[in-house]
Structure formats: C-alpha cells, structure tokens
C-alpha cells in the first residue's frame, strides 16, 4: 500500500478525541456517536491490513519510517508483523465496542470519549512502533488517559486506585527506559529490530544481565506477572466497565508483547540464562492467580484475578522458547509452538476477558452489586445473559471447540516438550481455572434457586447484544477453525524463533 | 593602564546594557511624571528585554571578550543568557495582573526584575570570578528586595529577612572562596586560572580545595542544594507569588550558567574530586527534595520542594562535567518553560490577598477551569517526566549523560526520585479531577497577560517535548563553543 495506513489509523483516534473536545457539551448523544463513528477508521483500517498483509513475505510490512529527533538518532520508525497485526486489530476492535458498550456514560461524557479516543492512540502506537523512543512515548502516554478514567469515572476507590496503577507502572517504566539509554549509548541506535541484530552488552555479562531485568520488570508489572502484580485487582475492579475491559484486554497485552518483540530477540542469551526464575514466576502467577481467583466472591475482583492466571500461560510460552533459545533446529519447531501459542493466547484472553467484563457491567448496572452469594438462579431469569456467560466462562476456561482451548494446548505442546516440570506444575491452573469458573461463576451466578431480589431483572438489551456478540465471533470461529490468525501470527514467530 | 574604549567592546555588552538601561529608565519615567496605572512599565520592561533578546540571537557566539576579558560572548554564555532573558519577559507577564489585583502594582517591580536579570546575564557570561560575584549580589540584592515587595505582608517581610540573612552568608563563603582560589593560581580570570590549575596538577594545594569547597557552598547556596536549602521553602512560600517564580528560574539559570563554566573551564583536571562532591550533593537535594514535599498540603510550598528536587536532577547531568554541560542548558530551558507555567497557575488560582493554595482548594477545578487546570496538568506531568513534555527529553538528556560518563548509579537514583515526585505532582491532578469542592473558590479573571504568559508556556512544554531537535542541536552546539 503506497498511503500511510498504520499513521491514519494511529492518528485518527487522536484527532477525534480532539474533535469530540470541540463539540458542544450539551449534546451528548451526539459526540458519543461521532466518538464511536471515528472509532470505525482505525477498526476498518486494522481489517484491511489484517487482510491485506502479504503471509508469503511476512516480516514487516507497512513500513513508516522518517527521522524525528537527528540530535539523538530517533526515527518516527512503524510497521507491523503477524505478532503486531492480531494486537492492532485487537486493540480497534475493543475500542469501538467499549466506545458503544459506554453509551450508557452521563457523567462527563464528553472528556471520557477523548480520554478513551487518546487511549487507543496510545495503545495502537505501542503495537506499531519499531523505535523504542516511540515506542517508550506510546507506553507512557497510555498511562494518562487510563488514570483519569480510572480516577474520574471509577468505583468508590477510585482514587488510590488510579495513582496505584500510575505509579506501579511508572516504577517499571523508569526502569526499563534507564537499561535502553544505556542500550541506545552501547548501539547508537533506537531501532528495535536493530537491537535485537546488534545484541547490546554481548561482551558485559553483568550490564547485559542488569539490562534483562530491568527490560524484565518494566513489561512484568504490565503483564503482570506474580509478584508485580498487586496493582491489577484495584485498577480492574474500580475501573468502569469500558476501562476494565480496555485495561484487561489491551493494556496487559502490552507488557506480554514487550516481552515478545523486545526482551526476547534482544537479550535471548539472558533470557535463556534466567528462564528457570521468569518460569518460576510464570508457573506461580498461574497457580497462585487461579487460586486467588478461586477465594473471591466479587465477580469483578474473581475475574481480575483470571488475568493474573491467563497471562501466566503467556509468560509460559515466552518462557518455553526462550529457554531454548540458542539450541538449533532441534528445538525450534517446540519453541514455534509455545511462541505461537503465547501470541494466541493473548489475543484470546483480550476477547475472552474483555467480553467477561462487558458481561461484569452489564449484571452490576441491574443489580448494582457483584457479590456472588447474593446471585443465584439467573439462568432462567435472563437468558440470554445466561447463554452468553456460559460461552464465554467455557471459552476462558479452554473447552475444546472454544478459542482458549488452542492457544492454551499450543502452550502446553511448547511448555512440554522444553520445560517439562514448569508445565506440570503449570497445568495445575488449567484445572483450578476451570473450578472457579464452574463452581463461582456458573454456580452462583446462574445456576440454583432464584433469589427474590431479583424477580424483575431485566435481560440484556439491544445495545449490550450488539457489543458482545463480535466476541462470541471470535470465541467460536478461532477455537473451531484457528488457522487464519495461526497463519498470520506464524509467519513472524517462526523469525523470531530462527533469530534467536 | 586605563582600558580603552575598544578594549571595553560595549558594542559586546547590549543585552546587558538594554536590560539595565530599561531599569533605570523605568525608576526615572516613574520618578519625574509618575501618574496612575503603572502598565507602562511593564511594557518598557518587556522591550528593554526584547532588545537583549533580539542581540543575543542575532549576533551568536563568538571569541571575542566584553569589558576587557570579564565577560565571554562564547556559546555557553550566549545561551544561558537567551533562557534568562525568556524566563525575565515571562515573569513579567505573570506579573502584570497579579500586581495590580493585589494593589501593589508599583513601577519598581519591574525595574527591580531587570536589575536581577542584567546580574544573571552577567553571572551568564562571566569569565572572571570578580564578574560572577558582582553578578550574582546584583541578582540577589534585586530578588531581597523583591521578596519583602509586599510591604504590608508579614511573611513578605520575614521571607526577604531570612534570605537577606542566610543570602549574605553565602556570598561571604562564595568571595572567601574566590579569595582562595585567587592565591592558588594568581588570577581571577576563569581561562587562565584553568591553565594554571592544569599546569600545576591536581596535587593536594589547600587552597585550591579550599576555594573550590567554598564556591560550590556558595553556589549551592543559590540553588538551594540539600543541605544548603533551608531558607528556600519559607522564602518561597512568603515572598509574593510572581516574585516566588521568578526566583524559582532565574536564580537557578544564572547559578548553573557559572556553575557549568567552573566546571568545564576551571576544574576540569579536578573532576574526580568535584564530580564525587557533587554526585553526594545531587543525592542529597533530589532525595529530601522528594520526601519533604511528600508531606506539603499548600501548592506554593510544594513547588518550592519540587524545584529543590528539580535542581538535584539538573546537578545529575553538571556531575557530568562536559558531557552533560549541554543537558543543563536544555533541561533549564524546558524548566523555565514548565516551572513558571506552574507558578502563574497558582497566581491566577490563589485569593486574593493571600499567597497560600491549599490542595482544598483545587478541588473540582479541573471542570470548573478546564483551560488553566488542563495547563497545570501539563506542567505537572511534565515536571514528572512524561513523554511528549519536555520534562520527558530533558531527563532523558540529564539522566543519558550520567550513564555515558560512568555514573549509571546516580542515573538510577534519579529515575527512583522521578517515581517519588510523580506521587505529588499526580496528587494535584487527582485534586483537580476527582474530587468536588466543598466550598468553591471565587476565582477571578485570569488577565489577558497571564494568559499570554500561560499559553506561551504550554505551547513551549509541548512543541519541546513533541520536536526537541532543533532546541538540542541549538545546546549542543552552544556548549561545543566555550571560551577556554
């Protein structure tokens, strides 16, 4: 494509969010649907690169690249691969359905659509972005409109929970940026790919090993990855419903993706050194998650938790391949595996989680309480709520026939064959995943005698339909017939791997 | 011999001379046909500035020396003087409505605003110790005057007291210091005292340590470097607002401009010995910087606090030496920029009458004032560091030229500092948003030049941090030319 697609679709949300600060506060409808309306470029500008990018090529594609800053080397540097594409077309897509999904919004309507449009921006620009001083801007600039949808729209904590979320992810930014100054002052260079190419501090075991773990913590407490992870249950549970699912959805996929795209190819030799600690810390996030998960009776608090045990089976797959990094041919199609299977499950857990915090809102604006104990016999009452709840608890816990299940098996099939004992212990989640969700979710949500508070309650509406059924798309096309994203997604592991 | 007229090169020194000239000229318009509003004032102020402004870009660095070898006109100085001389016209346009809303609106403000700015120009530019000292009691004597401005207000008073007092101090540990380094090298011009010290090594001579241990008291004295900084939150806190912010830039831009040239001309062959003094002395500042202004409830002290921290981040990168020598200059820049945008905020926010904003009240502002409270926030993150501020590629600039000179620890505690600050930087934002006012604020008008003053900022906060290129390359090349 000769016009620059990956700028117009990154820009776009910014300017409307501009526009939409331009209109007149008094019409609200009106500036939620030109906020959703523009929403629609980037989300149709994502389907066409999704299928417009060329899979005999692979590689990356789209390419955008212009001096910005020459005093200190930095480029304006964007194009995707089979890894980036599924995340930009992720991120669109989330976006418009929260956009619609928030309609319901009468507080300040207009600063929250800008703050969401801004977000979008922010989150698209860390996909794209193959500079890292570009990329460290995007990451950043996420952080602000989030805090202040946290902040200004959130639950009764909403403030501790806004500057918690801020100043976690800060701590891990800071550090991050310090290990890639000191990178960019090694190779003279921001490019991301260059770096991998280049390999900073081959020859300085101790900077190199300093720099891993700095690069480490910045994208871990974004994963989160157990023990960085206290800051996700107070974010996700006083964020409003649209900012859950961005945050669970998108955000977290952020720091997954830093591990993919940056940490991996840069320092393969570190991260092979120190597979067994981050496999420690995978395994753990996802036992421990789970268990966490288990002891909740706040849906929303239960299913923040589920983050904390999805994203650890990212964390597995990096692992499995990283700690095999190095070893030839022999290991490479187990570590292809496992890497694809991290990269589908972070596109699973976006639509999974985030559909499950959609259906969190739409039970907590009827009865404006999440306690499970006060729940109970639903099913009937609210079929169709019932219907869309049991796909998609089924789908997280990884039923064949359901998205999770592929991306959770590709995981296992990698884990297994490179990283025996973290998978068995590992696996164990599978099964504490699937009690909770069974037992707290279906069980006390929808199953058992019908609690008389709830006799009128009223099933899903229109608006709520509409939001969620593209998820349940997903859900069941990928998990019956997973070979259009595996294709694309593929195509860029199979590099990744090769480079290492 | 008396020097001649050419020797003088006056020509040289027109920024100086405009901006004093302006001074004087406002005392005596006011003197001889003072009549109502003093506006005009400000106005000549603000042309006196435009001239040395104008002669500063137009005619750039050179070799060449002002009043017989004590001023340089070498890059370095050129570009401190070109940020001072920013900061001067801002606070001046800060200035303009709060002065009159708080019936002090009299002719020598301004005047006394030039006086310090032509002493830190000469503190800039100064290539002879004498120049620095003379330069600096120029700038101090005007900001003593300053503080007490509000004649009738007690803190006013007792903030000019303390800093007449502790100021004083200083400038006796600054010229003993000079007295000292004098008898090491039998000079006080700085270029040859650089030679001298070369020449004779860095061996262990009492007087030179002495000297440069007195000066750099002396100097942190200025910039109020932890533990040298415990006048600054009371003088800041009582001096009135406008002044407060001035204070904040320009004392700071004038004491690092010398502070940058000592290092680079005079005591580079002793880096080791300075850059360890100085490295424990950045610790210090940005550390009790940062957890003092954890505790503050009122906004005026909380900058003071913040700027004590800000100047610790800035003597991050001076501990650099040369390398970071263009990461001071950006970095004060963009702090010019954002510090003052800070402080007129709180002039335009504050009631009438008093020089404290408590948090209380900025609750619910943000939606009540979302122009001015969307500025605060911008100055706030950027004061933290976000990207695309230039608080974001200043630090990245002062912290990288620590890394590059071997100092990856100190890089380290700085970004943990940085952590530490967004805590209460965020803290007003949250005020500002989240929470709803108890008892609203009468807010005035804010005055169309502190409006001025308030977008010209944002608009430099932004397009700095958005396409800092040309302003790097503008420090970079502006260092690379030193008179040694």
Request: proline share 4%.
């Amino acid at each position: 494509m000769d016009w620059p697609v990956l700028s117009i679709m990154l820009f776009t949300p910014l300017v409307g969010s501009v526009i939409v600060l331009a209109l007149p506060k008094e019409k609200p409808a009106l500036l939620k649907w030109v906020a959703l309306a523009i929403s629609f470029i980037p989300l149709i500008l994502a389907a066409l690169v999704w299928f417009s990018y060329d899979r005999g090529t692979g590689g990356m594609q789209f390419v955008e690249r212009a001096a910005w800053i020459s005093a200190i080397n930095v480029h304006y540097y964007l194009g995707v691969d089979g890894i980036s594409v599924p995340m930009v077309c992720l991120t669109a897509l989330l976006t418009t359905l929260s956009l619609f999904y928030s309609f319901i919004i009468d507080q300040r309507p207009k600063e929250y659509f800008a703050f969401f449009l801004l977000l979008e921006t922010a989150m698209l620009g860390v996909f794209m972005s193959l500079d890292f001083f570009l990329f460290y801007v995007f990451w950043e600039l996420s952080l602000v409109p989030m805090y202040f949808l946290i902040g200004i729209w959130g639950g009764p904590r909403r403030e501790y929970a806004a500057i918690k979320f801020f100043l976690y992810t800060l701590v891990g930014s800071v550090a991050m940026l310090l290990a890639v100054i000191a990178m960019y002052l090694e190779t003279g260079s921001w490019d991301i790919l260059e770096m991998a190419r280049l390999q900073p501090f081959s020859t300085n075991l101790t900077l190199a090993a300093v720099a891993f773990w700095a690069v480490f913590l910045g994208f871990a407490i974004k994963v989160p990855v157990f023990p960085f992870h206290t800051w996700l249950p107070d974010a996700h549970v006083e964020a409003p419903t649209a900012g859950s699912v961005i945050l669970a959805g998108i955000l977290l996929k952020l720091g997954a993706y830093g591990m993919i795209r940056i940490l991996l190819p840069i320092f393969p030799a570190m991260f092979r050194q120190f597979a067994p600690v981050v496999g420690i810390l995978a395994a753990i996030s996802i036992v421990y998650g789970a268990l966490v998960a288990m002891s909740q009776w706040d849906l929303k608090k239960l299913i923040a938790y589920s983050s904390v045990n999805h994203m650890g089976y990212v964390m597995l797959g990096v692992t499995a391949a990283a700690a095999a990094a190095g070893s030839g041919p022999a290991a490479a199609d187990s570590q292809a595996i496992a890497l694809n299977g991290a990269v589908l499950q972070m596109w699973n857990h976006g639509i999974i989680t985030g559909a499950l915090f959609f259906l969190v809102g739409v039970i907590y604006e009827r009865a404006h309480t999440r306690d499970l104990k006060a729940f109970g016999g639903l099913g009937a009452k609210v079929p169709t709520f019932a219907g869309i709840l049991t796909v998609t608890t089924f789908a997280s816990l990884g039923l064949p026939g359901l998205a999770g299940f592929v991306s959770e098996f590709l995981v296992f099939r990698g884990a297994f064959a490179l990283i025996r004992p973290f998978a068995i212990v590992s696996s164990l989640g599978i099964v504490i995943s699937a009690a909770y969700l069974l037992w707290k979710v279906i069980q006390h949500v929808l199953l058992g005698p019908l609690n008389e508070r709830w006799a009128r309650l009223t099933d899903m509406n229109r608006r709520e339909v509409i939001t969620l059924a593209p998820l349940i798309f997903f859900m069941v096309i990928f998990g019956l017939y997973p070979a259009p994203i595996l294709d694309l997604i593929n195509q860029a592991v199979v590099t990744i791997v090769g480079s290492l | 011999m008396l020097p001649t007229l050419s020797v003088l090169n006056l020509n040289g020194a027109v920024p100086q001379i405009a901006v004093a000239g302006a001074g004087m000229l406002i005392m005596l318009i006011d003197a001889l046909f003072h009549r109502g509003s003093r506006r005009w004032a400000a106005y000549l102020a603000l042309l006196g500035l435009a001239v040395a402004l104008a002669r500063v870009v137009e005619s750039g660095a050179s070799a060449e020396t002002i009043l017989d070898g004590a001023l340089a006109r070498d890059g370095l100085g050129m570009a401190f003087a070109l940020v001072l001389i920013v900061a001067a016209a801002l606070s001046v346009l800060v200035a303009m409505d709060y002065l009159r809303r708080e019936e002090h609106e009299r002719a020598e403000y301004y005047a006394l605003i030039l006086f310090a700015t032509a002493g830190g120009l000469a503190m800039a530019m100064a290539n002879d110790l004498v120049a620095v000292f003379i330069g600096l009691e120029t700038l101090s004597i005007s900001l003593y005057v300053l503080s007490a401005f509000f004649t009738g207000d007690a803190a006013s008073r007792e903030a000019a007291l303390k800093y007449l007092l502790l100021g004083a101090f200083a400038s006796a540990f600054f010229l003993y210091g000079i007295a000292l380094l004098y008898g090491a090298s039998g000079t006080t011009r700085l270029v040859e005292m650089g030679t001298a010290i070369r020449l004779a090594g860095t061996q262990a001579d009492p007087l030179l340590w002495g000297g440069v241990a007195l000066i750099i008291v002396g100097v942190g004295f200025k910039l109020a470097l932890v533990p040298f900084h415990s006048w600054a939150p009371d003088v800041y806190q009582g001096a009135p607002t406008s002044v407060t912010a001035f204070m904040s830039v320009a004392s700071k831009v004038a004491a690092f401009a010398a502070l940058v040239r000592l290092l680079v001309v005079v005591l580079a062959p002793a880096a080791p010995l300075t850059s360890a003094l100085l490295a424990l002395l950045a610790v210090l500042t940005m550390t009790v910087g940062n957890i003092l202004a954890l505790a503050q409830d009122e906004v005026k002290r909380l900058l003071a606090y913040s700027s004590i921290a800000q100047a610790g981040y800035i003597l991050v990168a001076a501990v650099a030496g040369e390398v970071g020598a263009a990461a001071v200059l950006f970095y004060l820049l963009g702090y010019a920029f954002t510090n003052l945008g800070a402080f007129a905020v709180v002039l335009a926010w504050s009631r009438r009458g008093e020089g404290r904003l408590p948090f209380s009240d900025l609750a619910g502002l943000g939606f009540r004032r979302p122009w001015t409270a969307a500025a605060l926030s911008l100055f706030l993150l950027s004061l933290t560091g976000m990207p695309l501020t230039v608080g974001f590629v200043g630090k990245l600039y002062l912290f990288g030229a620590a890394v590059q000179a071997g100092w990856t620890w100190l890089a380290i505690v700085a970004v943990l500092n940085s952590v530490v600050s967004a805590f209460y930087y965020l803290r007003l934002v949250v005020i500002m948003y989240m929470r709803e006012a108890e008892m609203p604020l009468a807010l005035q008008r804010a005055g169309l030049a502190l409006g001025v003053a308030l977008a010209v900022c944002a608009a430099g906060v932004i397009l700095l941090g958005l396409v800092p290129g040309v302003a790097l390359d503008w420090a970079r090349q502006a260092v690379a030319v030193v008179l040694s």
